[in-house]
């Protein structure tokens, strides 16, 4: 599959973007989640996912977000999710993870 993630340095934070999809689902999860790891398994990294394409994430995807903010906190990293479509954070919010996700518009 080709990189659906596409990532830029900016201000000594690396910027994350899901790109050629609008859903984060379990056809694209495993490459997402193994593309993510690569840059939040290296010390101190603070990393932000714009969602702005995204307007469906099912349970896989869920997992994904969850599993990179684990790894970014477990190496003393941030992941935070920006500019979040209504009915994703809808779905956050309904899941109580507004509460364990940082978010930035």
Known sequence: MDTILTVD???????GKLTETDRLNATIAAS???????????????????LENIKFIDSTGIGVLI?????????????VLSNVNKEVMDL???MKLDKVFDFDQ
């Open 92 to 94: 956050l919010s309904l």
């Open 67 to 79: 599993s990179a903010l684990k790894t970014a906190r477990q190496n003393d990293g941030s992941f």
């Open 9 to 15: 340095s900016q201000n000594a934070k690396l910027v």
């Open 32 to 50: 997402v989640k193994e593309q993510l790891n690569s840059n939040l398994n290296q010390s101190g990294v603070h990393f932000i996912l714009n």
